[in-house]
Structure formats: structure tokens, C-alpha cells
């Protein structure tokens, strides 16, 4: 009985939330958030911060319907603007065609705590955006805005260390999605003198990481995780022998920036300061996963090998054969390193495990470069976000993940992708021609 | 022989810088620019430093010729949008009507430097506002994003006090607009302890002000500038007795943030800041000049009296005759002060001079309310700044400055606008439809 | 062969070390040292840092020798001065009666990094200060000047908490010397905003804490420390309701700063602090451990009772037969809590408990107030830190430590100290006349 | 009436605030002053504050009086500990042979602003030192317990720059001692990137600067101070031309630090800062004046010539001999360099004034040389203290400060000490020995 009651008071509460907030949106547009917006923005991320997710619902779809351009006016300007090309006309249309949601967002922003506050609705819009076709415009105005307030000029890249405060740090091993941070112990190998770890902050989002990438200071490029992560392994020492700084895992902390390409700018800016600071440093690659490589290549075992007909995928459907043959002979590759006993079966193993490699290998290079039905792109999200960069893919590393998590989607391999800040431009502008920059050793994969 | 050599080189580098800028703008937003805009908007920002005056004119008409958007997909998505109401539709139609000099601009601001630069352009551009009408569309771009990025969820108040470095103290000095700064001792007094400074800064503008307001803390609503300035008053000390907070003077530092209001803002985080900091504040007002009221009256002086034919304009008539009976009779009022001597004359100086006042008073009061063409909206820009912002006209106070400046502009009268936190939007709202808010105080004088 | 070679190399290096210190701090001394004494500091650390233990040895021997003022002079000195009284043979008699050490280690704490030499030099000395009578008096040095260095004026008082360093938070976690902190999850607990942790530090010393003491924020004066520690109750949010500070352990991070007392003054500055931020705190006392009780227990226990024939120890005799008796009937007191089966037993088990608590609670009375050998101090050291301090034992707890240690050391008591801080100097003086301040509820356990 | 009885309770409150602080001061060394010596402190501090100056002569007096050591004990222990040489017997007689008002300092320093009070005291002690006899041995104490305060291991170097706060800009100017700075405008040309200035801070004292040096960075070393201050001259901007760092200016800001040797250390300090900012400095150096250079040669013009007997003031004789010419006729050589019309008296002119230089250059060295009575060290302090630092007397400059003070305190005058930090050491002990070390340029002037 109490319960009803006490349910019913707290949905009326709701509502009334709702509705306020409802109230505040349309004052922010109006004569009064003219003068007073900022009030009227506080109230108004006040109310959203109490909604629940039927509240949520409601108020997205308001977004959707109120607040969105007048068709009639925009096509009659446009048109006048297309007669006359007058500046006063254009900014008529400009206006009138700019959803006034962007407005609104522009006003909400202004409150104390506005910016977290607009994450937080991108992040919730996001969650119901695949259900709601109506909602892709509103996400669309959030991106635009957002991807405006959060630009690297206005950014700070701060090195995490072992002095950062302890918040910061939890942030950190909370969001690091790559590879799992196991406690302080863990994290504070990452933090050595030969490791570094850099994010980017927005100045009205202060102690929040938006997104943070960890580097390993080494003397050649890595091959595989595991030495990397090794809690055992003292640091290395010397900082004149570092010759290689290699980004082992970026890591996003905010899922309302979806969308909003800070990686490729933190990874330029963290090896402009590190190539500062050491000046020896002479490569600057990733060591990267390969997420889906497993499940393709479970997908594409199963095709015919009529499927494959085009001439660029005959190397494919000869290595798919040996590694059919592979699968239901000597057992799954990810096993290949089981242990074999006696001398003669051991040098066996070991020949058969260096043949696995080097299959599995040529399958992601063909994975890497062939996946992407328009044309020559891969599918793999991780290889697109590098080679969109303007990185080149340079080693295909087996046995680089030997984690549970490594052998399961990648079958334990591991890629390199380089960044050469001098080709970063040039190779950007190929791989959009459909073009995949790679190294000799990967193209010669392929054949 | 040598020197035309010279200028010869350097206008051939202007040229050059010109057309690497240009070059910059459109790889910014071509494919080089999505991967490494950073490192492209550096080198733009590079090159607009150097440009000499007629290649900024270049500048200029380049981004108003080549950025706007494309009229006929712009009127086709209108069309298009109009009849489907699609949210891709929609989505397209917004990008495709927003000028791309915009996106141009959000990629410049990513330079490090580059919201330096920005503001510099605007600042630039605006100069050259009035001569060229095709750049109205490319301000209204400008002005439209830079309103977006100054948002006073991005800004930080600071106080500015004696412990502030030095070369922000030197910009206060510069840019006081209001009561001009007589140096380092004079700025000292307008930092005691009964005295305020605070300013907006913007995070990538480290110590640059956007922006700051002078307040005094006094007992009592003031009605003279002179004293709150004066270097040989001690500063009061008890804070228990700050009733009042008395915003005396609020200056502009960056020219490129024109139409960008900020002092709105300003004065409600302030006033809030203050009241937090001394519970026993009871006033929040304003001690402001009225700067083109001598202007006004020197000018509807010389009209005939037909011309005020209208109901409400009649007992201007009759202080309009007083005054004019004045003028050309004991001497300009700005001289009643000078001294007379005799009892008896000294009693009748001081009667008469405060007749005058009474009546500079009356003329300053239809000045404020009557002065609008379209309405009953004051053409005086310091009231219109604080009766938009929903402040409310409290006195008018002759002899108020004194100095010279003041003589001049408004033969020596203050306004003090009242700041009632509560009122503040209804108060707005009824700007809005013009109506002059006004204490019983200041309407009396209009009868 | 190899290795010898090595070791033999290493000594050589040491001995060389060593016999450059010596050098160093004989300069120091001398001429040289007046010019450029931070560069002979400098390496006089340097080398100091690279000592062996036998090296260390030696050097301490030396400064024990060499160092010492010379009895001659001191002696004719004296004489003088007591003859003349003049200002000028006490500033002969001042300067030659001091051990030039004193001015040795003046000079060496001007090196970069000489502040943290001096303290390791000092624990490094405590070490050797048992098996080497000669050393006494180059540790009173090094306690004389320590004290005058690290005095209240010169330490910063600063708040840990969540946002602090992890690197500093990881030292709190190593020192904690009281109530063992059992990982990140445990220390959190204790920064939560019902906790306050505190600590001092030497400018000097950076990011280095000396001691640092942990308070809870409470409704009532605690009784057992479980609660406060337990991980998994919520901590309070209503900071009105906080009306006591509970001081639960003080911690020393310097081993070289041995008899500096800082606790005293950590403990008043923290009470100020707090009492500054939470205007309703009305009682400031301690949750504090009795670390030897049971050992003394246990060794009273054997005494016969005519050897506690004084009138004052009258009562404790009869509380020890009874002890006794309990010891060698229902088995020892720690277990009186074990798990009793059936109704009736269950309360007798319950009355036997609260005997049992009594009974321990009046031993331990007496055991704060009767067991210094010279009068009526506590041998108990952490009862005369605080009663040092001037604070008054409020209470006694049974149950308040349930842990193994707790028990062992002191079945399970934990006692309040109470720090009124309008009565802490004459308490003090009550104690230094040997007095135990304690309230009405203590001393009423000891008759 | 009323006045005189204002002037009776402000004398009455004034004896009590005596009263109170002697008070306290025992307190301090007694029982009350082990537990609570804070607050303690923190009222005596109080209490010292309101002293007029008969109460500080009154306070100055007890010092003396009532905390010295008791001569009969400390001969005692002496005779002891000359006999035992136990080194119990040495800790006594240490501890006796202190005065007890070391400890007093000790304990007051405690006090929030104790550091500045202390050295107020100190201040005010010095302004009587002369007066009172008894109180030499009161201020060898103060100077002993800060010599071990203030050393350099706990004091800060902070640069001071255009981005200090102005506060702290205003107390440079106003203790600039060396060449007055004029204004704001004069200190901005000091702090330009050509200039620099550091200061020393002691964390006790946050905001007020100790001591402070004034540098400029050159080409070469400098012969005159006018174009070093010039404000009109651009400052230089190519940092890699930077071979010289000229200190030009050394300003202690504190009295009470008298005999406290800073600015030794800041010298040195500030040269390796310097060294490591600009590798490219070759020289450190000084451009010194030679105060009271005139003052010694008007005294030294009227000796006889036979009072110049010793073989090594013959030169001297012969210098002066010209000098007395010089004066008596062309008139004084400060005068030398007035205007002299027509070609031939122009070039006679030029002659003259270099033969004056010249002949002051000599006079100046042997002012430099020959003027302490015990020996070979000058009697000038900035000779005394930069050859004391163990710096060379690298050159004379004739017309190197042709402002008035300069002219009549050494007839423009100027003198650079060289800094060469590899013979610091050697240069003091040679200058203890009563060398003074010169280069040859300046030896050559003796002759």
C-alpha cells in the first residue's frame, strides 16, 4: 500500500521533472533565455539529471519532433538565396536551415556542469538510437556540436603517471577496453619510466579523461603483448636506448563522443611530445589486436571455394585449403604450441608450428586487405582507424596475444601499424582511394 | 635600388604565404585535411600570421567566394526534405545549407594557436566589414561558431586582484574602456579590498581576458564616479558593511567577440560569486555613464516644437524650453558648478544648480525611455546592454562624473541600473516587448 | 675468479667513497666550505648515498671522534665567562661548547637532496645507536637540529584523499603502522567524506609525508574500531550530523625524525582544521590500541599477591585473583564470546561476558594509572603520548579491537583519549607532576 | 583630557601586551610550552606585534637578561666532561652551554607567522645592537638559529618575470638597492628576454622574496650600467648570442637576515640555472660599483706623502701626486668629460679624459688592493663580498656609472668580478690567506 504510494509519488515526480525540463527547453529559445540563460540551463540539466528511462524516451522524441527545422520556410528561402546570392539572403537560409535543437544544445551547455550534462544525453540518445529511426537527426545535430566543443585546440593532453591523482587512475583502469588492467599493480607497470600513458581532457570536464592511449618506450618493435604487460620484467632503464615508441592499446572513456575522432589526434600529438622528449626515437607503431579475424575466418572456412573466384582471391583459397586441412588434422592451430614429447616429434612440432604462423598470417593479410565489400578496405575496425590515420599496416606478428581473449579472436596474432609523420598525409589520401598501404613484408603475403 | 629589391621580396612572400593559406583552407577540408588537419591548420595559421593587409583582403573575399554552400543542392535537399520530412533527409539538407567556410573554421581552430588566430580573423574581417557587403555571410559564420565556443560553460572567472601577474594587470590597464586607468597606482586602488576585478578567460586563451568588470563594495547605492576612484580614499575595511555592489565599469578585450555577449554572463556569475562571498550584500546595481545623451540633447534642442507634437512628448517640450532658456541664458549647465560668489548669489547659484540638475535629470530620463524609432527601446547602448540583460533603470544621479569625458557626454549625469536576480527575466521579457523598466523614481521624472 | 675481481672493486669504490665523504666533510668545515658549500654538500651526499654498511659504520665513528668540541677550550671558556658575565665570552663560550657536527650537518643539509640525507644518515644511525655507546652523542646532534628543522612553522599541514597522488596514497598504504591498510579498496574506505586523513610535510621534502593521522567523522565517541574500517558500510553523507572527530591511528613515516614530536602538533592542527570546517564537531578524541596490556597481564599474573601490598593496589589484587580464577575455569577471556549452546547457558555465557569485560576493563585501568615505576605514569607508550599531549583518558572499551592482534595485544581493549582543547596545558602539567588526567567513568574502575 | 586618557589605556594595553609576552616566553620553556607550544606561540606572537618601542627595548632586555646560560652549571659540566669525555657528560654540557633563549626562538617559530615574526625581531634587535652591549650575545643567537633556518638546501629560487604577481613586482622595486628602478616601466625593461632576475624564497615566507639578483644576458661583458637599463633600447632576441651573463644587481629585502650569507649561494645558483638554460654562456660575471671608492681618495688626496712610505703604496704616491694636479687644475675629473669647443682643444680634451680614466683606474685598483689594516683585503664590501665568494677582480671600468651617485661615489666607476666556477674554491682560500685574486689587466694597474 505504502509502496504504491510511494510509486505513485515518485512517477509524479517525474513527470513534473519531464515537464520542467520541457519548460526550461522551450524557455532557453525564447525571450527569456535571451537574458537569463544560464539559470534557465541550470534548471534544465537539474530536471534531466532525474528523468528515468521512460522520461528519457519522451524527451528524445520531443527533440525529435519540436525542435526541428520548418520545412516550408527553408525551401523558400532557399530558393530566394538560389535567385539572388545575396549574402543577407544566405544568412536568412543558414539560419532557418539549422535544426534549432543545435540552439538548444548551444544554451543547455552554458549551465555549470552543461557539458557533462550534453555527453550524458548523447550517451543515453545513442542507447536508443538503433530503436528509433526518428532520433538519427537529433544524434546528428549532437555529433556536429560535439565534435565542434571538443576539438584538440581546445584539449589538453596530460601525461598519467604514478603521481596522478588516484580518481584519475581508477578512471583509467575502469575504461581501458584493449588489454584488462588486473589493480594498481598492474597499472603501475604501465606507468614505469618505460612505459607512458597520455589523455586528452576538456578543460569544462575537469579530472575526466575523454580518451587515453598507453605507449611502451622500447628498443625495437614489439612482436607481442605479453613481455610488454609483464609485471616481472624490471623497466627498462636507459632512456638513450629507446628507439621505438609503440602505442599498445587506446582506450575511449566517454561513449557520448561517439563519433568524434579524438584517437587519431591524440595518437599525433602524444608522438609529436615523445619524439620531443626523446629525441633518439626513431619509429612510432602500434602494437594492435585483429578483433574479428577469428570469426571471418570461421565464416569464410565454410565457403565454397567457387566463392572465391576472383583472380585476387586465388592465394586466399589456396591458404583456406591448408588451413581446412589444418583444422581437421593435427588439431586447432590455437593448440599448436601444446606440448610435444620426444626429440623427433618436437622438431615436427616446431616445423608444423612455424607452418601454422606463417598461414595464419597470410589468411589476416588477405583478412586485412580484402574484407571490405566496396572495395579494398578492410573490415576490421581496428586496421581502419590506423590506416584511415594515415599509418601503414607493417608486420603481422603470430603468437603476439597468447591471452584467452587473443587466441579467441585473432588466433593469437597481433599487427603493426607504423606511423611515419612524413607519409601521414600521403597514405591518408590513398587509402581513400580504396588503397591499403602496407609494407613489403605484408603485401608479400598476398601472393 | 636595394630597397625596392627588398620590397619586391617581401611582397613576393606575402604572395606566397597568400597562396599557401588558400592551398591550407582547401586541403582542410579535402581528404589530407581528415587525417592530419592538426599539422594542416598549423601551417594556414603560419601563413595568416604573415599576411601583409591586402592579401587579408584577398583572404577575406576567397572565404567569401569559394566557402559558401552550392544553391541548387541546397534548394533540391529543401525540396526534398519538405515533401519526405525524412530524418536522412534532414540530416543532409542541414549539411549541405551551412556554409562550408564553417567546417573550414572548425578545422582551423584545431592549430595550436588556433583560437588566437580565429579571433584575430574576426577581428580583422570586421574592419573591413562596412566596405565589403558580400562578407556579412562569412561574420555571420564567424559570429555564429565563436558565440558557440565562448559559451560561458567553457569560460573561467578569475578574479583579478594585486597577487594577478603582471601582464595580465598591463591588459586590464590597456583595455579599460570606461574610466580609463591612470597607471599602476591608480589600477591599485581599483584592487583594495573594498574594490573587485573579475574576468573571463577562455582555456586556449591562457591569460588573455575575454572580458572584465570593475565593482566597488559599498554601504550605499552610489551616485558619483569620482569617489570610487579616488587613490587618497583608504579603503574601507569592514567587509560586514559591503551592502551594496556597485558594477562601475565593464570593458571588451578582444575585438574579435564583437556580438558576442558576454557581459551578461559576466555580471550574473559576479553578482552570484559576491553574494556567496558577503551574505549581507543586499544591492546589485550598476554606476553608468550616458554616453551620447549630450549628443542627443545638443540635436533635439535644435527642433522645433511641432516636432514633439506626440501625447507623451509634451513635458519634454516644456523641459526642452527650460533648457533651451538656460542654455542661452546663465551659461551652460556644466559650468553651474563655478563658483559664485556672495552669500545671497551663493544661495541662488545653489538653488539654481539644482534646478538645473533636476532638469538635466528630467531631459536624461525622456532620453532614456523616448529614444527608439521603432519603440519605447533607449538608443543609448549601455542602457539597451542592461535592460536586455533584465536590469532595471533605478536613478539618475547629476554630477555624477565630473571629469571632463563626463561633462562632454552627458553634461556630467550617472545612471545607476538596479541587477534584482529575482526579476531579471520577467524584467527581459518586458524589455522584449518594449517596455523600459524603471523604478517610480525615474518614471516620475517623465511628468 | 671473476667475482672477486669484482668484489674487490667494489670495496675499492666504497673505501674511496667513504674517504672522499671524509674529505667532503672536512672541507665543509674548512675554508673551501665557506666559498662553495653546496657543492661540497652536494658531493658529500653523493658519495654518502653509495656506502656500504661497514662505510657507515665508520662515518659514524668519525663524526662520534672527530666531530666533538675540544674539553680544553670549553673548560677555559666556561671559566671565563663565569668570572666576566660578557656578551662577548658567551658567544665564545656558545660556539666552542657546540659539536662542530652540529655546523657539519648545517652544512650538508644545504645540498640538493641534503634534507633527505640527513634523515636517511639519522635512521641509518638509530641502527647502530644500541650496540655503540660513543654514537649517543652524535644522535643528540641530529635530534637537536632535526627538531629545530622540522618544527610546526616549517611543515605544511595537507589533507589526503582520493585525489591525492597514487604515489603518496601508496606510501600512506606502507606506513600505515596501527591498523594494517589491506590494499586500494581498504584505503579508499578511509578517504571516503566521513574519513579525513592528514598529513604533515617539509618543504623541503616533497611529496614525502611524515606522519599522518586518520580521523572518522561520527555521530558518538567510537567503542571498536570494526565498524569504522568496514569496507562495506555506506559512509555518512550528512556532514550536520558529524558531532565527534575520532582520531583512530597516527602513523610516523621517518624513521629519522625519532623523538621530533610531531604527533602532538599534528593532532591540535587537525582538530583546528576540522573544527574550522565542521562548526558542529563537539568532541575530538582518540579510538586508541593498549599494545601492551596483555604482556603485562600476563606477567602480573604471576605475581604473588604480597608483592601488591601497597593500599593503592589493594583493589587490583582482588581484581587479579579474580582473573585468575577466571583463566584457569572457563578458559581464557578471549573466548569467552565462543558459542555457547542453549537458552540458559546463552545467558549465563552473556552475564560471564560482561563480567569478563568488566573484570578486563578495571585490570586495564590500573595498568594505565599504577605500572610506571617512578610514579603514577602509564608504562603504556601510546597512553603517554596522549596524556603527554594533554589529553584525558575518557574511556575504556571491551570488544573494541576484535582482531587477531587486537586480542592478542590487548584482549580486544581499546581506550578514547579525549583532547578538550580549552584544558590540554593543564592536564599537561597535572601529568608532568605526575598525575593521570582521566574522567569520573576511569578512575571509577579502580576502586 | 580625553586625549590623555586614551594615551593612559594605550600605554596601560601596551605594558599588558608586555606582561603577557614575557609571560608566554616562559611559558614556552616551561611544562605548559612541551604540550601546547603552538598556541603558545601564537600569543606571544600576538602580543609582540602591539609592542611600541619601549616595550621592544624592554622584551630585548629580558632576552638578555633572564635566557642565559647559568655560568656555574655549564663550568661544572665542563670540568665533568673534560675529565670523563663520556658522551653523556657532552650531551649535558651542550644542552647547559646553550642559551636557553635559542630554545625560546625555537619554540616561537612554531607559531603561524612566527618565521616573519622572528625575523622582525631580529630587524628591530640590529636598529639597538649598537646602543646596548648586552644584547651582541641576543643577536648571535638570532644569527645562529637563522643561518640554520635559512639555508639554501630549504630556500627556493624563483625566477621573477613579467608573469609575477604584481605584489611581488612592487616589493623589487622597492628593495632594489644597487640602481634604483624607476617605476613600473624601468622594472619591465629588467624583465625582458634579454634580462633576468631571480630571488630566493623560504616556504615559511610564501610572496616575500629574500634576496634577489638581477642578470643581464650579453655578448660580452659589459663596462658600464647605462645601456644595461636603457629602456629604449630594444632587448637583444637571438638567445644563442648570449655569451655572457652580466649580474648586475644583488638586493637583500630582509634586515633581520643581516650576516645571513644568501647571496653567495644565489649567485652560484643562479649561474647553474643560468648555464643549463643557455649552454652557449661562456662568462658569469658582475658589473659592480665601488661605493665609496671617492670617499676614500678625498681622505687618502690629503695624507702626506711620507704617511705612504711602504715600498708597495710608492706607485700609489705617484698616482696621487697626479690626481692632486689633475684637481687642482682642469677642474674635477668627473667634470673631464664637459664639453670642450674647437678641434685642437676637443682632440686635448679627448687625451685628458682617457689620461683621467686611466689615472682613476689606478687609484682604484690600489683602493682595491691596500686598504685593510690587517692586510691585503679591501676594505669596499662588494669587493670584500664577491672576492669572498671566491670571485676575480677581472677589470676596471672608467665611466661605467655616470649617473650622479655613481659619479660622487666613484667617479663613475665600475668594477667586473669574474665568476669562474672551476676556481670558486681555490679564489676563497687563496682570498683568506689575504690574496687578493685579480686578473693580470688589473694587477698591471698597481705598477
Known amino acids: ?128 538510437l538503433r530503436g528509433d529511426r526518428r532520433l538519427a537527426a537529433v544524434d546528428a545535430d549532437f555529433q556536429h556540436l560535439l565534435s565542434s566543443w571538443f576539438n584538440p585546440g581546445f584539449l589538453e593532453l596530460q601525461q598519467v603517471d604514478w603521481d596522478s591523482p588516484a580518481r584519475l587512475l581508477e578512471q583509467i583502469i575502469r575504461h581501458e577496453a584493449v588489454h584488462e588492467i588486473d589493480g594498481w599493480g598492474d597499472l603501475r607497470r604501465r606507468l614505469q619510466p618505460d612505459r607512458r600513458c597520455f589523455a586528452f581532457f576538456h578543460p569544462a570536464l575537469p579530472g575526466e579523461p575523454l580518451i587515453f592511449v598507453e605507449v611502451a618506450l622500447l628498443e625495437a618493435m614489439p612482436a607481442a603483448i605479453g613481455p610488454l604487460l609483464d609485471c616481472d620484467q624490471p623497466p627498462a632503464q636507459d632512456p638513450r636506448r629507446f628507439k621505438v615508441a609503440a602505442f599498445y592499446s587506446i582506450s575511449n572513456c566517454q561513449p557520448g563522443l561517439r563519433g568524434v575522432n579524438l584517437g587519431n589526434f591524440l595518437i599525433k600529438q602524444v608522438a609529436q611530445r615523445l619524439q620531443a622528449g626523446f629525441p ?34 586465388k592465394a586466399l583459397d589456396a591458404a583456406l585449403q591448408a588451413w581446412r586441412a589444418r583444422s581437421h588434422g593435427a588439431g586447432p592451430v590455437e593448440k599448436a604450441g601444446a606440448s610435444a614429447k620426444g626429440g623427433a616429434t618436437e622438431k615436427a612440432g616446431a616445423a608444423q608450428k612455424t607452418d601454422d604462423a606463417e598461414l595464419l598470417r597470410r589468411l589476416c593479410a588477405f583478412y586485412l586487405f580484402h574484407t571490405s565489400a566496396a572495395g579494398l578496405r578492410p573490415s576490421d575496425p581496428v586496421a581502419r582507424f590506423h590506416l584511415g590515420n594515415g599509418a601503414r599496416l607493417e608486420r603481422i606478428n603470430a603468437d603476439g596475444d597468447l591471452t584467452r581473449k587473443g587466441l579467441k579472436q585473432s588466433h593469437g596474432l597481433m599487427v603493426n601499424y607504423l606511423y611515419d609523420l612524413d607519409e601521414i598525409e600521403a597514405n591518408h589520401e590513398r587509402f581513400v582511394s580504396e588503397e591499403v598501404n602496407a609494407s613489403r613484408a605484408v603485401t608479400g603475403l598476398l601472393h
Open 280 to 313: 633518439a626515437l626513431r619509429t612510432f607503431c602500434t602494437l594492435s589486436p585483429v578483433p574479428s579475424f577469428a570469426d571471418w575466418l570461421a565464416k569464410v572456412e565454410r565457403l565454397e571455394s567457387d566463392r572465391l573466384k576472383p583472380a585476387r582471391l
Open 1 to 128: 500500500m505504502f509502496e504504491r504510494l510511494q510509486q505513485a509519488r515518485r512517477s509524479a515526480r517525474e513527470r513534473s521533472d519531464l515537464a520542467r525540463l520541457i519548460d526550461a527547453c522551450r524557455a532557453l529559445l525564447g525571450a527569456r533565455g535571451e537574458s537569463n540563460s544560464v539559470a534557465i540551463a541550470d534548471a534544465a540539466v537539474g530536471h534531466y539529471r532525474n528523468l528515468s528511462a521512460d522520461s528519457l524516451k519522451a524527451f528524445f522524441t520531443l527533440l525529435a519532433e519540436e525542435f526541428d527545422p520548418d520545412p516550408q520556410s527553408v525551401l523558400e528561402l532557399a530558393g530566394r538565396y538560389a535567385q539572388s546570392r545575396a549574402p543577407e539572403d544566405l544568412i536568412a537560409l543558414t539560419r532557418a536551415a539549422e535544426p534549432p535543437r543545435q540552439e538548444l544544445l548551444r544554451r543547455l551547455i552554458r549551465a555549470s556542469g552543461g557539458t557533462a550534462a550534453v555527453l550524458s544525453m548523447r550517451a543515453q540518445l545513442l542507447v536508443r
